[in-house]
């Protein structure tokens, strides 16, 4: 199953749509369901407000795929390179909402709640953001 969406905020209830779509599709129980919601949001808004710093209308898709009990999910597009892994600031949870830094909470939250993570910036110009969770 394929998403495709433009760099654009207004697209976010395609993504809640798309991802109850794959959810019932693959038969995934709602805890996992809620998680990827959350997951994903943060994943596909880092690329709507980041990745195209020059602006203009830019597209990208959010692939998703079940095999076995792992369902695994692989954003594309073709930003600026950025390794969310290795370049998202460090977040301290154990921090006052007050006192933390602004920004990784949500590459945090992402490798928190899936299983597999996995970064790669293609020869053809692409970021590949791979994501497995293991279903119930």
Known sequence: MQLLLK???SQVPLLADFIDQVCSEYAIDP???FQLNL???EAVVNVMQYA???GGEHTFTLDADKEADTVTFVLKDDGKPFNPLEQAPDVDINLDAEKRKIGGLGIFL???MM???DYQRTPDGMNVLVMKKKSK
Request: net charge negative.
């Open 39 to 41: 997951v994903l949001e």
């Open 7 to 9: 760099n654009d905020i």
């Open 52 to 54: 195209y710093p020059e």
């Open 115 to 117: 299983d597999e993570v």
């Open 31 to 33: 805890d996992t369901s």
């Open 110 to 112: 992402v490798q928190q």
